[in-house]
């Protein structure tokens, strides 16, 4: 019955192909991994994982007053499935993280750096029904060399900090809409996140002993509000550092802008352009593919 079913599949696939110049050869076509039928959402396992190149990462943030912002790219973003409690998925992230990074009080306070041996680790939990985001945990730990600290240290200074991100979706709410189909539209709802940021380091308990205006450490709690997405799902062929994919082109034209291309065969996402913006509260830019993963 499987192979009935794969030669009538072929036959489709060969029947609707357009015509094309040139020669298609065994070796032209060995690399593209075809569209399953099945486009629910995957149902991921224990040692599932997939390896991410992110180009940049940078985002900005108004948290009670403060702008947090940080401009970076990760090599090697390791994400692990690591367990499924109950109706949900916990993955496992890891990975080299460098940029720039910085917070400015409101109050005159600022402090800017760049991250040199720095890791990023921590988990995210999925909820398996839709893949919708529920929790989010990072930890961003090393060595940054410290280019301002006003008003009270003005040149380069290198130091051990943490910085700590913890992201709770207080509606979780998918950025797949699942299933997919090629001509899908639709609207993803708004939702809020609550956030709690805190950059520590045993340098800033030291100095904040003698020097009254530096605190132990620094922490902003902030509520943002997601507006809703507005989405259209297209079939397209994309070549990422993982290979060559027949995946969903998922592009977003209102409150999320650009596109995410989500590969069936992959069981998660090879490519990301994505940028969100609200006025006066945060801006994020996403820009990452695939370069390797382990999914059957």
Request: proline share 5%.
């Amino acid at each position: 019955m499987k192979n009935q079913i794969y030669v009538l599949i072929c036959t489709f696939i060969i029947i609707g192909l357009p015509n094309v110049k040139g020669l298609v050869t065994p070796d032209s076509m060995k690399d593209i991994k075809y569209v399953s039928l099945d486009d629910n959402a995957p149902v991921w396992d224990i040692g599932n994982s997939w390896t991410y190149d992110v180009n940049r990462f940078q985002a900005n943030f108004t948290a009670s007053g403060a702008l947090i912002g940080f401009d970076t790219s990760i090599d090697d973003l390791i994400v692990e499935l690591i367990g499924y409690p109950g109706s949900s998925y916990i993955l496992g992230l890891s990975g080299r993280i460098k940029g720039t990074f910085r917070f400015e009080s409101g109050e005159g306070r600022v402090l800017k750096g760049n991250l040199l041996f720095t890791k990023i680790s921590g988990d995210i939990k999925f909820r398996q029904s839709d893949l919708a985001v529920e929790e989010l945990h990072i930890v961003i730990k090393g060595i940054v060399l410290l280019t301002e600290y006003s008003p009270q240290i003005q040149i380069p200074i290198p130091f051990p900090l943490t910085i700590t991100i913890n992201v709770i979706q207080i509606t979780p709410r998918p950025v797949i809409d699942f299933p997919l189909y090629d001509g899908k539209e639709g609207m993803i709802n708004e939702t809020s996140i609550s956030t709690n940021i805190k950059f520590g380091s045993i340098v800033l308990q030291i100095l904040s002993l003698f020097i009254g205006d530096i605190p132990n450490e620094i922490f902003c709690k902030e509520t943002f509000n997601l507006p809703m997405f507005d989405y259209n799902v297209n079939s397209e062929n994309i070549s990422v550092g993982a290979g060559n994919f027949n995946a969903y082109n998922i592009g977003f034209v209102w409150g999320l802008f650009g596109s995410v291309f989500y590969a069936p065969s992959v069981g998660n996402f090879v490519k990301t352009e994505t940028v969100i913006e609200i006025p006066d509260q945060f801006q994020v830019l996403f820009l990452c593919e695939l370069i390797s993963y382990n999914y059957k």
